[in-house]
Nanobody, 122 residues
Framework: MQLQASGGGLVQPGGSLRLSCAASGSIFSINNMGWYRQVPGKQRELVARVTNSGSTIYADSVKGRFTISRDNAKNTVYLQMNSLKPEDTAVYYC?????????????????WGQGTQVTVPA
């Protein structure tokens, strides 16, 4: 099982980026999927999370600017980031709670993507 994230980059303040993260492997089901971010010297923080039924939560700092969505048929989660600010600069990690085919009735395990850098210069 792996999560492959993509879509990071350098963008000017006020610009937009779209992150994608696809889960692959022997997947039975995926519960929550989410995006976290981390800057050097700080703890990883939740940016947004979406349940398998589509309910979402956002960090206060990104409400109204970021939108999380998922395509269950593709096992993919997206993060549309608009009106980007320098304080959004971080490495963004995707996360998924996955039940594997080999153990469909166990509690889901957490998996992390490799991280993708988002840079918004001041």
């Amino acid at each position: 099982m792996q999560l492959q994230a993509s879509g990071g980059g350098l963008v000017q303040p006020g610009g937009s980026l779209r992150l994608s993260c696809a889960a692959s492997g022997s997947i039975f089901s995926i519960n929550n999927m989410g995006w976290y971010r981390q800057v050097p010297g700080k703890q990883r923080e939740l940016v947004a999370r979406v349940t398998n039924s589509g309910s979402t939560i956002y960090a206060d700092s990104v409400k109204g600017r970021f939108t999380i969505s998922r395509d269950n048929a593709k096992n993919t989660v997206y993060l549309q980031m608009n009106s980007l600010k320098p304080e959004d600069t971080a490495v963004y990690y995707c996360n998924a709670a996955v039940r594997r085919l080999a153990a469909p009735f166990r509690p889901p395990d957490d998996y992390w993507g490799q991280g993708t850098q988002v840079t918004v210069p001041a």
